[in-house]
């Protein structure tokens, strides 16, 4: 089983938002799959560039950097939704109730929406 990178979209809003991680990947436009380079630097440093992590990498720094947690709600074959909770005061703990079909497709969506939460 391979991780699931995050999308060209979630990375720019991640870049927005102050990701500071290192990576060996990284995108400079939206289509093809992420360039790998040995250096394993934060790519976000660069104009044009973005820094590619895993979706668990980037759930792990809305929650260690900035209290902000991603449940998934599975129904029995009835596909996946997510809830965002946050421990920063004025952040609203929120459920979305749109369905997805993978946990991986929710877990994106959840992902964009916690780092349009940061300020």
């Known amino acids: 089983m391979e991780e699931q990178f995050i999308s060209y979209q979630t990375a720019l809003l991640a870049k927005e938002k102050g990701l500071d991680l290192k990576s ?5 436009q939206e289509e093809g799959k992420p360039d790998f380079d040995d250096s394993c630097e934060n790519w976000n440093l660069y104009d044009g560039y973005c820094t590619i992590v895993t979706q668990s990498l980037l759930q792990k720094w809305l929650r ?32 979305f109730t749109d369905m997805f079909e993978t946990y991986e497709d929710a877990l994106e969506v959840g992902l964009r929406e916690a780092l349009k939460t940061i300020l």
């Open 24 to 28: 060996n990947y990284f995108r400079e």
């Open 64 to 95: 260690d950097k900035h209290k902000i947690f991603l449940n998934s709600i599975t129904g029995y074959d009835l596909g996946c939704r997510f809830q965002i909770y946050s421990e920063k005061e004025g952040v609203e703990s929120e459920l």
